[in-house]
């Protein structure tokens, strides 16, 4: 990311560098820019293929299509990963928009599933929404730094939202999630190279004698 210069992307994007200052400002508000962007495509296909009908599918569509969008961007969003990490990429106020926008999509998501009696009227869905995102931008930094491969990332996000959802969980959904959390667990064991959970439950019951 310190190799990005406003130079070298004015002469890109066949603009002066003063234009470009223009337009957007500082490289960091270039990368703000983008980021921003990315979640206004991601809502543009989000409304298109994953619908408020079926909130909690939108729940998951949120992670996996913001996992897919950063992968296949892998020579974009990693560096900037990083470089939000280390340095506080953006400006606060720029930031706090990102984050409200972000978590934003799982509060709407959430409030609807809670309207249609899916999930239970205990706790603020604009707080659990940002629960949800900053498990997902816990998940978004492993993946940065290489901890976690693209189904790694997924899993590990998904794995953070279905746990929130858990908590809220109403009666028709609650198995489910169950269920997927203790697929999602043996997943990511795996890609850990740990045994999966049950595996590991009966091992320990037999060496005990339980």
Known sequence: MNSLSMRK?????????ATLYNLFGVREEI???????????????????APLDDPIERCRAIITVSVRHMVDREA???PMVIAA???ALGTGQVR???????????S??????IEQGLLKDLLDPTQLGRQIYHGYELASLQWGFGELDARGFEA???????????????????????????ELDDEMNLLKGAAPHGTNRTTSSTQTGH
Do not use: C, P
């Open 9 to 17: 992307l004015a002469k890109e994007a066949g603009l002066a560098v």
């Open 31 to 49: 990368l703000d820019a983008l980021v921003i962007d990315a979640i206004d495509q991601m809502n543009l296909e989000l409304n298109r293929d």
């Open 76 to 78: 974009v969003f990693r």
């Open 156 to 182: 590990r996000a998904l794995y953070g939202l279905n746990l929130a959802l858990l908590a809220v969980a109403g009666d028709a959904i609650r198995a489910q999630l169950e269920a997927d959390l203790r």
């Open 96 to 106: 706090r928009e990102i984050t409200l926008r972000a978590s934003g999509m799982q």
């Open 85 to 87: 990490h280390q340095t």
């Open 108 to 113: 709407l998501a959430i409030a609807a599933a």
